[in-house]
């Protein structure tokens, strides 16, 4: 598989609460930004600082999406897993832009200062979603075409 070499781990805290939106065919997609901070220590002052390393943008796709819109907010840590992705776009002066963002196949809480409470989603026909136990986890779903994104 190709895609075994673009996987991207990334661990922060949430810029700002997930922006949930649906495309025009009715696919749900969140859009959330990643800080990403190291800890060292100041050799002059003996004391540990925060040193921001970057900021992550993440889009999710479906059902996933709203879930993580309803379960997460401005200032969680977070782990996210995906693909690193480029897109283009023109602005209003007819420049073209590109932006590098994660497609996440997974984002989660941290719980390294934090405790989390899980309760199962019901999926689409009616009944409980597998376990993890005994069943195999269904492929990741590709994100929508380029014309169906919404931004």
């Known amino acids: 598989m190709a895609n075994e070499q673009n996987n991207i781990t990334v661990i922060g805290n949430l810029t700002k609460d997930p922006d949930l939106r649906y495309t025009q065919s009715g696919?749900?997609?969140?859009?959330?930004?990643?800080?990403?901070?190291?800890?060292?220590?100041?050799?002059?002052?003996?004391?540990?600082?925060?040193?921001?390393?970057g900021y992550f943008d993440i889009n999710i796709w479906r059902d996933h999406a709203e879930n993580v819109a309803e379960s997460l907010n401005k200032g969680d840590r977070v782990v996210v897993i995906g693909r690193l992705t480029k897109r283009s776009w023109e602005d209003r002066d007819g420049q073209t832009r590109w932006s590098t963002e994660i497609e996440a196949d997974e984002i989660c809480p941290s719980l390294r200062w934090a405790k989390?409470?899980?309760?199962?989603?019901?999926?689409?026909?009616?009944?409980?979603?597998?376990?993890?136990?005994?069943?195999?986890?269904?492929?990741?779903a590709e994100?929508?075409?380029?014309?169906?994104?919404?931004?």
């Open 143 to 151: 994100p929508p075409t380029p014309d169906d994104v919404p931004f």
């Open 116 to 140: 989390a409470s899980v309760s199962k989603v019901r999926s689409g026909g009616g009944g409980p979603r597998p376990s993890s136990g005994g069943g195999s986890a269904p492929p990741p």
């Open 27 to 53: 696919i749900a997609v969140a859009s959330l930004s990643v800080a990403v901070n190291r800890r060292v220590r100041n050799k002059d002052t003996n004391e540990w600082e925060d040193k921001l390393d």
